[in-house]
Structures are given as C-alpha cells and as structure tokens.
C-alpha cells in the first residue's frame, strides 16, 4: 500500500531534549516536506527536500533540521525543543516538486508533540 | 495580510444544500491551485486541483478568477459526510517550489 508513514504519532516531552520525528514514503517520491499545523494558521512549511541531500528551508525553520540521505526517509529533528515547538506536525511526498508545483501532496496521519 | 485566505467558518449548512466558499490569494504570479480536505485534525487530503478553466468532479465544481485573485468550492446536495474543514493551497511561479495554504474553513452538514 502507498503510505507516507510517520512515528511516533504522539509524543509528550520536556523543553531541550533532543527528539527525532521519522517520516518514511514508500512511492518513490523525490519530493519531500515538513509542516506544522496550528489553530488559524493553517499549514506552515517547516522544511522540504527536492531529492536525496538536497534539502531548503520552509517558513518556519528555526529550531528544526532535517536531513534527506535516502530517498525515502525525511527526519525531522529538534535538537534543543521548546514549548513553542507543541503543535501538529505532517510530512509529506509528492512525485516531483517541480515548478510550477502541480503534484498533489500524499500526507501521513501526523504527529501530535507536546513540549512541556 | 495573509498570502492565502478564507474564511473559518464554519458554514452550518442543511443537508442537500448548496454551499460556496471562496479563497483569496495575494500574489498575482500564483502558479498552481488546489483545495484540499482534512477530517478532524487528521492528514489533508485532496479534493480537487483547480484549473484556469474551471472544472467539476461529481458534485464539487472548483473556480479560479485570476482577475480577482481569487478561487472558488461550490458543493452541490451536500453530505452529511461533506462535514470537513476545507483547505485551498497556492504555489507560487519561482517560490522555491513551496506551497502557501490557508487556514480552512470549516463545514457542517447538519440533517
């Protein structure tokens, strides 16, 4: 089955130990996101990577990384959290970035991180 | 101002109704156009690209008018399972391939 697969799904943490959220897609995928989500600010891209080791900030990158060794693997990391990092978190694939980006997004079900 | 916009809602509508919701976008060299749906906090999922032409899938038409920036969801004898928040997303010509989305605006089909 196609699937962007993220772990954990939930997390609840304390404020500066470092956490890695996975995201994995099984199609084939060159392109390749990170979102969070919070209420009435809609998506916001954190990071995304065009292909294997090549990787660009989103609108919201400060206090993430990212890394793209594989072309099916999309860590997302946050090496010191703060409370202001508890939100919603997506990744996502599509077949190819491209420009214009007209490939529709195949989303995992999220994970919910808590910062206290 | 927000790059993309619409309003949250929500829209209480009667089940078989018709509802239309629209999204504005600033950026006139906007490329690319979608509206996307999402169940209760869960992943987006898309429901429609929209095409300078317009276009329809069964029940749901989407526009675009590029003149007033601004595109369009019309939802014709809606479901109960309609019920969603409904997300429109831009992609910007030379924006580094980046999606701009709104932040919904939200639905409920009531009996």
């Known amino acids: 089955e196609a699937q962007v697969t993220q772990n954990p799904r939930y997390l609840i943490t304390v404020t500066g130990k470092k956490l890695t959220v996975t995201c994995s897609q099984n199609m084939n995928h060159e392109y390749m996101s990170w979102y969070r989500q919070d209420p009435g600010l809609g998506l916001r891209q954190i990071y995304y990577s065009m292909n294997v080791e090549v990787t660009d900030k989103g609108d919201v990158p400060e206090g993430y990384k990212v890394s793209r060794k594989e072309k099916r693997n999309f860590p997302l990391i946050l090496e010191s959290p703060s409370p202001n990092q508890t939100s919603l978190y997506f990744c996502?694939?599509?077949?190819?970035?491209?420009?214009?980006?007209?490939?529709?997004?195949?989303f995992g079900d999220g994970t919910r991180l808590s910062i206290l | 101002r927000k790059e993309v916009e619409q309003d949250p809602g929500p829209f209480n509508v009667p089940e078989g109704a018709t509802v239309a919701f629209n999204c504005t976008y600033s950026?006139?060299?906007?490329?690319?156009f979608f509206w996307y749906r999402q169940d209760c906090r869960k992943e987006p999922k898309l429901l429609m690209s929209?095409?300078?032409?317009?276009n329809e899938d069964g029940r749901f038409t989407a526009q675009l008018n590029r003149a007033s920036q601004y595109i369009s969801l019309l939802i014709r004898d809606s479901k109960l399972s309609d019920s969603a928040t409904y997300l429109c997303v831009v992609s910007l010509l030379m924006s580094n391939y980046q999606l701009i989305w709104g932040a919904g605006t939200k639905l409920i089909i009531k009996p």
């Open positions: 996502a694939s599509s077949l190819f970035g491209g420009q214009p980006n007209n490939q529709p997004q195949h």
């Open positions: 929209v095409y300078s032409s317009g």
């Open positions: 950026n006139s060299a906007s490329q690319s």
